[in-house]
């Protein structure tokens, strides 16, 4: 996934028609989170694999200082069931239009 950080939140992009709210929440929510909002594009994705990517925002109610906690570290796990997840954090991708142009 791709995404941004804001002063309160993590907004994110790429987000597959399966993942909602609740699988967000299931890793930011220990990491600080007080809510996700997901949106997913209406009408069928029309044959491009794009254009059903869905975006959503991550709250975190201790604003900056959460946010950071989270961007510092490169990796978080997520364990449930028996079974460990894994979470990277990595810079920007070369040619991502998203990103900031270099300095």
Do not use: Y
């Amino acid at each position: 996934l791709d995404g941004h950080a804001l002063a309160d939140r993590l907004v994110l992009a790429g987000l597959p028609s399966d993942l909602e709210a609740p699988e967000l929440m299931r890793l930011f929510g220990k990491l600080g989170a007080s809510e996700a909002q997901v949106a997913h594009p209406s009408g069928g994705c029309g044959g491009d694999d794009d254009a059903c990517d869905g975006f959503a925002s991550v709250f975190f109610s201790g604003g900056p200082t959460d946010v950071a906690r989270v961007l510092v570290r490169a990796a978080h796990t997520i364990n449930e069931q028996g079974s460990t997840q894994l979470a990277r954090l990595l810079p920007s991708r070369p040619g991502d239009p998203s990103s900031p142009p270099p300095p």
